[in-house]
């Protein structure tokens, strides 16, 4: 009999990293419109499809996403990471 190892678990999208990236940053007096989510496509897409999430905090309106009213740029990053809008000197790695 064969022994075969276990498949590692796939990583959800850790939204709860997420939310602790937003509150930081509304702690140093960005707003959530100040603020961008750039995530990796596959991040994004396990954000929008895990129903841990409350519906509340993902929110689809005018042909973009948001996150807790922060707006989320879907892929074009090798990690996702939260920063704000045009400004280089705020950015929270996640």
């Known amino acids: 009999m064969k022994s075969e190892k276990p498949r590692p678990r ?3 999208p850790r939204p709860e990293i ?8 509304a702690a140093e007096g960005l707003a ?3 603020m961008v989510l750039h995530l990796t496509l596959r991040d994004a897409h396990l954000l929008k499809t895990d129903r841990a999430i409350p519906v509340q905090d993902v929110s689809f ?8 009213g922060v707006p989320v740029v879907q892929g074009g990053v090798a990690v996702s990471f939260l920063g704000g809008d045009g400004r280089d000197d705020v950015a929270f790695t996640i």
Not at 20 to 25: G, L, S
């Open 61 to 68: 309106a005018d042909g973009g996403m948001s996150f807790l």
């Open 32 to 34: 959530p419109g100040d």
């Open 18 to 25: 997420f939310r602790k990236a937003i509150e930081a940053a």
């Open 10 to 12: 796939a990583r959800g």
